[in-house]
């Protein structure tokens, strides 16, 4: 499978409440190697989506350290986190996360052309025919369906060929058979492109498509990493 692209050792996140700390997430560690997928299940206010931001260096840990791309998050400042993630991962969110001023080519093109790529025009067009958009290149957001809107976002994602994709929810907007459709696109562009996929996802048969899945309670792991 290759090397350690992504790894948590015994990471914790406690905020102040009302009622004094509250733990959110408890002493966690999981390994992942490129070309890994794993599924991060439970129910809502398990610390599924707080897990999702320490892995990708969105937050801090108030213990215990991320080791993304062989960087240690923990002692990168804000800028040089930002500066990791625009090198190595890519983001899928359940509301798409598109600019509504920008058509369907500009969206993809826009992570690439920040990067100063030349050929942000020619990845992004080719993205968006892979995904079945080649005839919407130059529809709005507002133009698309919320599937095509979806294909768009990970057309996005994968432009910049990351090494970590971070996917919460993609199809939680979306009806069951155009979620299906979009499963299916992000495993075989996540297998094509050896990707590591993380997914925060409450849908169970989407989650046993990954090769390993966590499933947290109140913020601790139930039972062992699987496989």
């Not at 297998?191 to 989407?206: A, F, I």
Request: hydrophobic residues 40%.
């Amino acid at each position: 499978m290759g090397h350690s692209i992504l790894k948590a050792q015994n990471l914790s996140k406690v905020v102040p409440s009302a009622e004094g700390e509250l733990t959110i997430l408890h002493e966690l560690s999981l390994d992942l190697h490129k070309g890994d997928s794993l599924a991060i299940v439970g129910a809502s206010g398990s610390g599924k989506s707080t897990l999702l931001g320490l892995l990708a260096g969105l937050d801090l840990p108030s213990a215990g350290a991320v080791t993304l791309a062989g960087r240690d998050l923990s002692q990168l400042d804000e800028d040089q986190r930002a500066r990791v993630r625009a090198e190595h991962v890519g983001f899928v969110f359940q509301s798409f996360q598109l600019l509504d001023s920008l058509n369907a080519l500009e969206n993809v093109m826009l992570p690439l052309e920040l990067d100063g790529r030349a050929d942000a025009r020619d990845i992004a067009r080719s993205l968006l025919e892979r995904v079945g958009l080649g005839k919407r290149l130059t529809h709005s957001p507002r133009q698309l369906s919320g599937g095509e809107q979806q294909r768009v976002a990970i057309a996005r994602a994968f432009a910049a060929e990351p090494d970590v994709l971070f996917a919460d929810e993609p199809t939680g907007n979306l009806d069951s058979h155009t979620g299906e459709r979009i499963s299916d696109l992000l495993f075989e562009l996540n297998k094509e492109r050896g990707t590591t996929l993380v997914l925060v996802t409450h849908d169970e048969r989407l989650a046993h498509r990954c090769r390993r899945l966590i499933r947290l309670d109140a913020g601790r792991l139930v039972g062992p990493l699987e496989p």
